[in-house]
């Protein structure tokens, strides 16, 4: 079956980096977009990244575009988000999902879900 499992969250401190993995098994990744998500306390899900792998298009949200980078690993079914110069309103839990299209702001129609890592920024 379809799993998706996030690793690498953290306790960061505002100005680090941390590097999200998501482990994907049970489907082909290269014919499908697999999407960062994360949800902060009190606020809706929203898509911060997404890669496209029938095309190589890679989608940022304006409030991570130029820190984060989504990247993925065919051969190891990985795609990764690397996170830097994080500040304290990117503390959220961190999805990836699958079979979704990029853009789809709230994931409404992705299909696969990880169960989310924690990424706090504080000093």
């Known amino acids: 079956q379809v799993q998706l499992v996030e690793s690498g969250g953290g306790l960061v401190q505002p100005g680090g980096s941390l590097t999200l993995s998501c482990a994907t098994s049970g489907f082909t990744l290269d014919r499908y977009a697999v999407g960062w998500f994360r949800q902060a306390p009190g606020k809706e899900r929203e898509e911060i990244s997404c890669?496209?792998?029938?095309?190589?298009?890679?989608h940022y949200a304006a409030s991570v575009a130029g820190r984060f980078t989504i990247s993925s690993d065919s051969a190891k079914n990985m795609v990764y988000l690397q996170m830097n110069n994080l500040k304290p309103e990117d503390t959220a839990v961190y999805y990836c999902a699958a079979e979704g299209p990029c853009g789809d702001y709230r994931g409404y129609t992705y299909r696969y879900w990880g169960q989310g890592t924690q990424v706090n920024v504080s000093s």
């Open positions: 890669i496209n792998h029938s095309d190589g298009t890679k």
